[in-house]
């Protein structure tokens, strides 16, 4: 077993590349892979990609049920880490985890550019996963406000087309 001061001297060590590192090149950010993750989707090694187990049953068995039906889904975004062979997700949890639960060897990956293993550290270990019960709690007003949005949307149209057919209308009378 290591001791304390072994690991807080290889977490300097490491910390250490990764600032010289930032110092000698600007690490690389592609915001595009958040609009269009297809774009830059490959296949990843399931075994290589540690993700937060933080995620609601229900988001996990609905990609299932996606997966089972052969239906298309998003490719997961995620940072490499910097010196090992491994990916941390940042979007896809859910999926990631259907995927693995269904024994899929292999995942659609979109990278979102290259990280210090300190940011790799802290994606790997949910710090910017939000816990199921947040997620819970933002789902059910998402839903109510897209059900009243498109129940605006739905009668804006139908009252636009009702005005049209009445002018339609109107024209037809006028012109006999």
Known sequence: MMSFRQISRNLWDSTKKDILGLIKSKPEFNPDVFINPG????PLPIEKIVADSKVSREGVEFYKKKIANNEKINPIIVVKHPRMDL???????HRFWACREMGKKT???????D??????YLTEHGFFQPSSETTEKLREPAKKMH?????FLDEFINEKNVRREIEKR???NNIK
């Open 39 to 42: 774009k830059y989707a490959r």
């Open 115 to 120: 990280y210090s293993s300190v940011y790799f």
């Open 87 to 93: 990916y941390a997700v940042l979007d896809g949890h």
């Open 107 to 113: 995942i659609d990956g979109a990278l979102a550019g």
């Open 147 to 151: 059900e009243n949005l498109k129940q």
């Open 170 to 172: 109107k024209e037809t």
